[in-house]
């Protein structure tokens, strides 16, 4: 039995971007598209869109911006997953403009807080730290993206830094923060990369060197920073076909 194409058909020419997103969006879910499956081919997505391939591909590029496809080139577009696939466009740019502000924020207070971290931690905080790494590296054994362990790694150098103003602040910008955490954990390959990343900074920490907990830190935050998202030029304009 073939895929429901029903949901593939042609589209208004108001907010065309947004309406793309949806009619794709109920595609993925009417077809019950398993995660990793490919989409029709783009020509063919195109004709039954009754749009330009120029106006479908700012289409996959929102929905590969936000972690939801991924396209190869040469391959097509690929599931990469399901839940909460799509979304509107509006709160998108709304997100990729405050991401990079998150991101200094981030920087500011993290790499210092690992460098105090270094001082001032004890032997429950490095143990918090290596606990949180191994709830990470069981999660993504899971196929899972390690989310929690990332935020409880983070958080126990925030609390083994023991300065309360800047834990207070840090604290207030959480949901801010996981924003990017999934940004930077949807991009493929990067959950890998983080724990990677997170180990350097723990071995710093340990070796009580502040210096280089907070060099750690800094590339690690610079390497959440690397996401689609921030990659992502937002359409000027609804594009005809």
């Known amino acids: 039995m073939g895929l429901d194409t029903s949901p593939l058909r042609p589209v208004g020419r108001t907010r065309l971007y947004e309406d793309l997103v949806d009619r794709l969006t109920e595609f993925v879910v009417r077809t019950n598209l398993a995660v990793g499956a490919r989409f029709p081919p783009e020509r063919e997505l195109a004709t039954r869109l009754g749009v330009s391939r120029a106006s479908l591909r700012q289409a996959l590029a929102v929905l590969e911006a936000q972690g939801f496809i991924e396209v190869r080139h040469g391959g097509g577009a690929f599931l990469r997953r399901s839940r909460g696939f799509g979304g509107v466009?509006?709160?998108?740019v709304e997100r990729r403009a405050r991401l990079p502000e998150v991101l200094e924020a981030r920087e500011l207070l993290e790499v210092r807080l690992a460098e105090l971290a270094a001082t001032r931690r004890t032997a429950d905080d490095l143990a918090e730290m290596r606990a949180a790494l191994t709830t990470m590296?069981?999660?993504?054994?899971e196929a899972g993206?390690?989310?929690a362990g990332d935020s409880a790694f983070h958080h126990a150098i925030h609390r083994a830094g023991k300065n309360s103003v800047l834990e207070h602040v840090i604290d207030g910008l959480a949901e801010a923060i996981h924003e990017t955490r999934m940004e930077s954990l949807s991009e493929p390959g990067r959950p890998r990369a983080s724990l990677v990343a997170h180990r350097r900074i723990l071995e710093a920490i340990e070796s009580a060197d502040a210096g280089?907990?907070?060099d750690a830190m800094r590339a690690h935050l610079q390497q959440v920073a690397d996401v689609a998202?921030?990659?992502w030029e937002p359409p000027a304009e609804d594009e005809g076909s």
């Open 212 to 214: 280089r907990a907070a």
């Open 89 to 92: 466009l509006h709160k998108l």
């Open 145 to 147: 993206l390690g989310v």
């Open 229 to 231: 998202l921030l990659r």
């Open 137 to 141: 590296e069981l999660d993504m054994a």
